[in-house]
């Protein structure tokens, strides 16, 4: 029971690798709130985890959402010792010459400004009590190219650059920031964004252990780094792909 009544708040915990992590905190004691665009919690969270969770709808992209985020857990749950930040967006796959301004700007709003937003809400916070942890979850996007995605790309370099920027600053405060950088996995990101058989299959060829990740094993990366396990680990992005960002 490494999260024993810890508060662990999961932006994008409606789905797929954020929902993952979700079950698992729950395995292990803590109390979550799942925050996500959707109206409501998804059903099979709540059918599936019995200790105590709850939910708030967010817009990461929008500064005051993501304050009330904050504020609804202090109220709801008294504190908070762990963010995740899963939510993310993928957009077209399109060349670079040919990407829309639109999808690169809203790409940019949840990925970047989004993920920033939540880490610095949640850092006056941490910083006060003098303790606190931050996943946040990049891509390999964040360390190669990835064709069609210029604004992706970006997005998950960014998010690598900021983890460590927020890493060094908080350091000293007993505050940890890390990220895990996945490879292809199976959710409704890779499996919404692209329909065509031929190019999953092609990802997967791609990948040494010839397989997409699952959820789940992207989620026991997230729980190491926000576990004492990892106690003198901060500013990194732990690669879970497979072996893909070895070729
Ligand atoms: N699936 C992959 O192959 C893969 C690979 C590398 C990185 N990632 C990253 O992992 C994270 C989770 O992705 P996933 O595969 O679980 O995708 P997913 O689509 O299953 O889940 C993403 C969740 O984020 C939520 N979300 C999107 N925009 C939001 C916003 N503005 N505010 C609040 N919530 C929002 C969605 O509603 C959804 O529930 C993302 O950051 C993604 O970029 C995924």
Known sequence: MRFKDKVVIITGGNSGIGKAAAILFAQEGAKLMIADLAPDMAA????????PIAYVQV????????EKMIEYTISHFGGIDILVNSAGVLGPR?????YA????DKIIDVNVKGLWYCMKVA??????QRRGNIVNIASVAGHLGMVGHIAYAASKHAVVGMTKTAAIEFAKHGIRINAVCPGFTQTPMLEGAEADQAYLEALQYATPMKR?????E?????LYLAADDS???TGQSLIVDGGLILQ
């Open 44 to 51: 099979d969270l709540t059918t599936s985890i019995s200790s």
């Open 59 to 66: 817009d990461v992209s929008k500064l005051s959402d993501v």
């Open 94 to 98: 399109v060349r670079t010459e040919k």
């Open 101 to 104: 301004e639109e999808d690169f």
């Open 123 to 128: 850092l006056r916070y941490f910083a006060e």
């Open 212 to 216: 997409f990740g699952k959820p789940e």
């Open 218 to 222: 992207i989620a026991s990366a997230i």
């Open 231 to 233: 106690s003198f680990i």
